[in-house]
C-alpha cells in the first residue's frame, strides 16, 4: 500500500508548495501520513506516534532548500531519527570468557537454530573462535537432529543428549564439555516459548541463572507485527538480554519490529539474519534498517549529497537566469560538474525511489556527460556567454575542436535548447528540484 | 451466542483460553478508546483506530470498520459507552462472519467426493507448517480415516524427521525420501502411494520459503504439476500456513502464496497466548481466501477448524 512514502510525502506536502518554510499547519498532514506509513511497516502504533512527534519538532522551521523537496527533507529527518533510535552505530558482541557462554532465546519458528549455526560459523571465520553449539530444545520434535545435521555441514561440534528432557542439565554438561575440548564459545540454542508461558520463561531465566551468559540474544521474526512490543517487554523483564537478532530480513518485510523492540527495551539489534545459508548473517546497520522501514531507495544519500554540494547562492543566480531566459552553456557547465560531483551517474539515478529498476539495465557512466563537455570547453568565453551566437561556421568550428561530426555538435545545441525551454516550464510548474530535474529530464 | 450444535464445548473452551490475551488485549483497548464517551467524535475513532491498528487488524481494514462505525453513528443515536461499546462489536462481528460464508463444520465436509483428499502445506519459514500438518492428520486419524503424509521438506535440515514424530504421534505412514532430494518427487511417491492403498487423506508438507523468492516459488508450481500428473483435480486444498504474530507481511505472503499456487484456505498458527488475534478480522477481510484452522495451543488437539460465530463468541462477547 504505502510501496512509495516518498511518493505519499510529496502529495501531502502539496499544502507546502510555496512555502518557505515547515510549519504547525501545513506539516498535520504529513505527519499523519508518516504515522500510517509506519504503522503499516509494523511499527508499534503508540511508537509511531511519539515518533511522528519528534520528526514534527525537528522539521518545524527548516527551510526549504531548492534542491531538495520538503518530503525528502522530513524523509531525511525521519531517517536520521530513526537511525538513531535504533541505535546508530553497531554495538559490541562480548565473546570474552572461558568459555564465553551465548543464550539464544526467543518465540517459536523466529529462527533461533538456524541463527545459532550461523553465529557458529561467524564466530569461527570472523573472530577465530572454536564454538560448541549446545542443543537444548527438548520439545519440538527433531530440534536436536536439526542443530546437529547443521553442525556437521558447518563442521562444527554440537553437544547434546538426546536422553535428556532437562535444558539445564544439556546446558551445564555442554560447557563442562567445551572446557574439557578447549572450546572457547558456547552458545546455547533453546526451545521456542511464548512470554506469557510462565513454565517455560522459569526454564530460561533458570538457564540464564546457572549458566552465567555473557551474551543473551533475543531472536525475534522481522515480519512480526504489533505484538512485537509485549513478546520483547516480557522477555527483556525476565532475562534482561544483551541485544536483537533480526531473522528473515531476506523476504519483503520493512520490518518495524525492529524500530519497536528498540525503541521498547532499549537494547542493540546485534545481528541480522538473512537467508537459510551459513554465511548469511550480517551485523545491524541502523541506517539501512531506517531506509528499510520508510521503504525508500537512498533517497538520504542523494538528499545528503545534494546538500553538500547545493551553493543557494549559485542557485538563485541561475535560477534567475532561467527565468529572464538567459541560461548558458557556462551555467550548463556547472550544474554538470554538480552532479558530477555527486558521484556516478547511474548510483545517482538509482538512489532515487522509483529510478532504481528504470535505471537498472541502462548504461549510464560518466563519461556519457565527455562529448557535451569537449562541445563547451571548444567554445570561446563569449560563445559560452551567448548561445545564440553560433552559426553555421561556429558549429563547423566547434566540431573540429571537439572531435565530434558537425551533426553531433547541432544535435547537442538543439538539446540545449529544448531542455532550456522545459526548464523555463519546469520552473513555472514546481518551485523545488529545479536544477536537478532540468538536467535530469535532458 | 451459546454453543453451536457441531461445536463442542470443549472446543469453545479451548478457544476461549486460546483467546483469552487476545480477547483481553483487544476489548480493553477498545473499552478505553470509548471510555466516558456517549457520542462518536474524532477522539473516539482514532482511539478506536489505535486500538484496531496496534491489535494488527491493519490498515485497510481498519478504516474500514471506523468507516462503517462513522456511517452507522451517523444514522442512530447513542446515549451511553455500553451502547457504543455493543455497536462497536456488533460492526466488528459482522465484519467477520459476511466474510466467512464457506466455513466448514466438520472435517469430514472437505472429504466429500475427493478421495483421496489431497492438501499440499506451503508457508513461510517458521509459520508452523509441519506442526500443523501433525495435528491435522492426528484429527483426521481420530475420524478412522486413512492418512499418508508426504515429507516433501527435503531441504530444512531434520524437517523430515520432525515430521516423522507427528507421523508417529498421530499413528499415520509418512513417505520419506533422502535430504536434498526432489521435493516434487516425494510428493508424488506419497500421492501414488495414497492411490494404491486407497488412502483418505495425503497432505504433503513443503519447505519454508518465503514468499518473494520466484525460484522457490516456481518449485511449488512444479511440486503441485506433478501431483496432477495422478490426480487431475489435487491438490484440493493449498493450505497457507500464516504465523498468528506476522504483521502486515503476512498480505504481500499470502498475495505471492496465491500468485503461485492459487492458495485456497489458510491456517493461523500461534493464536493462543499474546494479544494477535486481532490479526485475523485484518485477513478475513483483505483476503477472499477463507481462514480453515487456527491454533490455539501447542497441545496436539489444540488446532480448530475455525468457525466464525465462535470466533466471534471468544473474541468479543
Redo the contacts between chains.
Sequence with gaps: ?FENLQERLEGAFKTLKGQGKITEINVAETIKEIR?AL????V???IAKEFTDRVKEKALGQNVLTAVSPGQLITKIMSDELTELMGGTAADFNVKGTPAVILIAG?????KT?FTHKLALFLKTQKFKRPLMVACDVY????I??????GE?INIPVYADKESTSPLAIALKGIEEAKANGNDVVIIDTAGR????EDMMNEISLLKEKTSPTEILFVV?S??????V??AKAFNDRLNFDGVVLT?L?????G??ALTITYTVGKPIKFVSLG?KAEALDVFHPDRMAQRILGMGDIVSFVEKAQAQYDEKKAREIESKIRKNQFNFNDFLYQLNQIKKMGNMKDLLGMIPGMGKAVKDVDINNDSFKKIEAIIYSMTPKERENPDLLDGKRRARLAKGSGNSIQEVNAFIKQFDEMKKMMKSVQKMSDSGRSLKGIMGK | MGIFDFFSKKQQTDLDEGLQKSKEGFLSKITKAIAGKSKIDVDVLDGLEEALVSSDVGLDTTIKIIDRIEQRAARDKYTTSSELNELIRDEISTLIIENSKNDIQSLEELLVNRKPYIVMVVGVNGAGKTTTIGKLANQFKLLNKKVILGAADTFRAAAVDQLEVWAQRANVEMIRSQMGADPASVAFQAVEKGVADNADVIIIDTAGRLHNRVDLMNELQKIKRVIQKIVPDAPHDVLLVLDGSTGQNAIEQAKHFTAATQVTSLAITKLDGTAKGGVIIGIIDQFKIPVRYIGVGEAIDKLQIFNAKAFVSSMLK
Aim: glycine share 10%; aromatic share 2%.
Design positions: 500500500m500510517r504503522v503499516d511497516a509494523d508499534n502504533y503508540k518465540l517459536q519458528g523466529s529462527g538456524t519440538r520434535p527433531a530440534a537432529d536439526q542443530l546437529m545435521v547443521l555441514k511464548l512470554a506469557v508461558d521474526d515480519m512480526t507485527g504489533q505484538d512485537a509485549n513478546t528473515k531476506d523476504g519483503d518485510t520493512r518495524g519490529a537459510e
